[in-house]
């Protein structure tokens, strides 16, 4: 019976589905099941196998993205015939999880064509090139999953299509906007030192002679075709760089609703996300006149950026806060936590250094070889000034390393990465909604703090109680950060709200988001291409909002554990989808 199911499925891939055709209500669940398998081996992974390696797919280790104007239409294709075929599914032919992957997927494909045809970064961003294949070789270098003589000659195997990329970007380049090509020559530097350094270090334990001597050609075949890449933009393409960053009102709103399932008019969401940020500037200044009434709230972050450990002290101390945190996690009942393992503390990669302070990297979702997951830290380069090692650790003050452990770890990014095997679906493991994804992270932050948890504390009773307010003053640091990121994206993409000019934008950080003036340069970059990096204090919202909704709907049976264990099982979907199965209605998020 299933195999003849299947031969009928494959027929009705050979002859496209009409508009109006429909799915038997019957087959509903089996048909999205072979669809999905479908979109991921023949469209996903088969347009990114850099992402199937990722995932933990090995059999796409020895291909990399075709970056040519042709691939790019054939994927496009593809996409709308597969977006045909799910939308012909009858959603009431479906239980509700079920129905929730099919949003999930189509919402995923709608948001692939909005970038392709609309957004089009293989035409405007000459970053997507360089980094791109960077990203390509460091998957086959990070994780051990292989024997190394096998993993490089994966590389190798990519690194001879690698030239062929940045001569595709060389013709599908037209007018790329000034700060994406800008950005582009200030990343180049680090990916043509991670091939002449990085990867052949990352694989100094391969032997085969045979296998190194082609690595070796390849490898300079590739740092050749970087440097020439960069010649080529700064004297050919930057000249001509004159394009719009800007993403618009319609397409702005459009990904807003494909990514994340939000339709909130941009005017009122913008007045959610000034709402926070005011709320969040007046308990900072109330925290910070409790620290010391003497100062204004600006003159005590300063103070707050001077109170860090040493340099070579970070990793020890985010070490030690692991026990702390799952401690409090499991006495306070805050969630369960899966496994007893914890992730392992490193230093950030070097060509992540430039834009990264911390991050979470876990094995991907079908990885068996290598699972280890990564908790990776920048520490201050030994070529560093004093200045310069001061202005990177006031990131790791006394506040923002509770914060940061929280968000990366526990019970953030970490804990997300061990519920992945209760995920419903290949689709909820696969694809995800950041407003879930770093909205729940960004949720911890707060959370943990709001529950009663502190580091330990040293001293007198006194400098405790000032090392606690310290510690809320580092959490609102960070949550003013995401608040500026809310605001500008909306402002610098649509000009709801007033048109934010790059330079307004990275002042924007500074003077209400408490940021220093190169995170607010850096940031304001970052959401020059990023633009709904709002997502991170909608998703925090979002969840308050489920979480208050839930615990009125249970009154006295409701348990913060319970929530959060049910949150986490929902896998990365968008909350919309998490409210209807939670709450049994279609509620608003907000």
């Not at 939308?87 to 997927?105: K, V």
């Not at 618009?248 to 494909?258: E, I, S």
């Not at 633009?531 to 308050?544: M, R, S, V």
Request: include cysteine.
């Amino acid at each position: 019976m299933k195999r003849l199911f299947l031969l009928i499925l494959l027929s009705a891939f050979a002859a496209p589905l009409a508009p109006a055709q429909r799915i038997s209500a019957d087959g509903g669940p089996q048909t999205l099941d072979f669809y999905a398998e479908h979109f991921f081996s023949d469209i996903y992974f088969h347009f990114s196998p850099t992402n199937g390696t990722s995932a933990g797919l090995h059999q796409y280790d020895t291909q990399l993205e075709d970056y040519s104007a042709s691939a790019v239409q054939r994927e496009i294709a593809a996409l709308h015939a597969i977006q045909q075929k799910i939308e012909a599914i009858p959603a009431d032919s479906l239980d509700a999880p079920i129905a929730g992957d099919r949003e999930i997927l189509l919402g995923n494909i709608r948001s692939m064509l909005l970038s392709l045809e609309v957004i089009r970064p293989w035409e405007k961003n000459p970053d997507n090139y360089s980094s791109g294949i960077t990203q390509s070789a460091f998957v086959l270098m990070s994780r051990k999953f292989a024997p190394a003589n096998t993993r490089l000659r994966s590389v190798i195997a990519r690194e001879q299509l690698m030239p062929q990329v940045l001569l595709e970007a060389r013709k599908n380049l037209k007018n790329p906007p000034k700060i994406y090509t800008e950005i582009a020559l200030e990343q180049i530097d680090g990916s043509i030192s991670f091939f002449q350094n990085d990867l052949p270090a990352g694989f100094a334990d391969a032997t085969d002679p045979a296998t190194r001597a082609a690595f070796a050609k390849s490898n300079a075949a590739v740092i050749q075709a970087l440097k020439d890449y960069a010649a080529w933009m700064k004297s050919d393409l930057l000249p001509r760089s004159s394009g719009d960053f800007r993403f618009g009102t319609d397409t702005f709103r459009k990904k807003l609703a494909y990514d994340e399932m939000v339709d909130i008019p941009l005017e009122s969401l913008l007045q959610i996300g000034y709402g926070d940020l005011h709320r969040n500037q007046l308990e900072f200044a109330s925290v910070a006149k409790e620290i010391d009434p003497t100062k204004t709230p600006q003159e005590v972050l300063a103070l707050l950026a001077t109170i860090h450990p040493p340099p070579d002290k970070l990793l020890q101390t985010f070490q030690d806060q692991f026990s702390g945190l799952i401690g409090f996690i499991n006495s306070h009942h805050i969630i369960s936590i899966p496994s007893d393992v914890e992730p392992t503390l490193e230093e950030t990669p070097p060509f992540m250094r430039a834009t990264t302070q911390a991050s979470m990297d876990p094995p991907g979702p079908f990885e068996t070889n290598s699972t280890k997951a990564y908790f990776n830290v920048t520490l201050p380069e030994k070529d560093w000034t004093k200045e310069h090692i001061a202005e990177h650790m006031a990131s790791f003050n006394v506040g923002t390393i509770t914060s940061t452990a929280v968000h990366e770890a526990y019970p953030g990014h970490y804990v997300q990465f061990l519920y992945l095997p209760q995920f419903s679906s290949k689709i909820r493991k696969v694809l995800g909604a950041n407003t879930n994804i770093e909205g729940w992270a960004h949720y911890c932050e707060q959370m943990m703090l709001d529950e009663g948890y502190l580091p330990t504390l040293t001293g007198s009773p006194e400098e405790q109680a000032k090392q606690a307010k310290l510690i809320r003053l580092g959490q609102l640091q960070d949550a003013l950060l995401r608040d500026a990121r809310f605001i500008v994206g909306i402002r610098m993409h649509t000009g709801v709200g007033g048109p934010l000019t790059i330079d307004e934008a990275a002042a924007f950080f500074s003077k209400e988001g408490y940021q220093s003036p190169s995170i607010g340069m850096m940031e304001t970059k970052r959401g020059t291409a990023d633009a709904t990096y709002l997502y991170y204090t909608l998703g925090k919202l979002e969840i308050l909002k489920l979480r208050d909704d839930v615990k009125a709907k249970q009154g006295a049976a409701f348990n913060l554990q319970a929530f959060h264990n049910a949150f986490m099982q929902q896998g990365f979907a968008p909350l919309k989808i998490i409210r209807k199965s939670m709450l049994h209605n279609d509620s608003p998020v907000l």
